[in-house]
C-alpha cells in the first residue's frame, strides 16, 4: 500500500517563501513521477510541478521563476520550494506518485497567502 505524507503547509505572507516536502512509502519502485498539485476553493486541481525519476522537470507557467521542484530517489521524496508568493497561491497542495498504471495522491496540505 502507496502512503504519501505531505508536510510544510501554512500561513506566509505575500512574498515570503515555504517548502512543501511528500515522502513516499509502500513502493518498492524508483521508476515514478512525482508532482505537486493545488486546488482553490471553487477552481480545478491544476498542476504546479513534475518531476521524473530521470530528473526532468516542468512547472506551470504560473510558477516559473518561483517554485523548485527537487526529489530524493533513493527516499521517494519530493520537496516543492515556494518563494515570492502571492495570494493566488492559496490553495491545498497534493502530492501525487504516478508508476506505471497507478496513480497515489496524499491527503493535502493547505497553502495560504495572506497579509
Known amino acids: 500500500q502507496v502512503q504519501l505524507v505531505e508536510s510544510g503547509g501554512g500561513l506566509v505572507q505575500p512574498g515570503g517563501s515555504l517548502r512543501l516536502s511528500c515522502a513516499a512509502s509502500?513502493?518498492?519502485?524508483?521508476?515514478?513521477?512525482m508532482a505537486w498539485y493545488r486546488q482553490a476553493p471553487g477552481k480545478q486541481r491544476e498542476l504546479v510541478a513534475r518531476?521524473?525519476?530521470?530528473?526532468?522537470?516542468n512547472y506551470a507557467d504560473s510558477v516559473k521563476g518561483r517554485f523548485a521542484i527537487s526529489r530524493d530517489g533513493v527516499k521517494n521524496t519530493v520537496h516543492l520550494q515556494m518563494n515570492s508568493l502571492k495570494p493566488e497561491d492559496t490553495a491545498v497542495y497534493y502530492c501525487?506518485?504516478?508508476?506505471?498504471?497507478?496513480?497515489?495522491w496524499g491527503q493535502g496540505t493547505q497553502v495560504t497567502v495572506s497579509s
Open positions: 501525487d506518485l504516478t508508476a506505471g498504471q497507478y496513480d497515489y
Open positions: 509502500g513502493t518498492s519502485s524508483s521508476i515514478n513521477t
Open positions: 518531476i521524473t525519476s530521470g530528473g526532468r522537470k
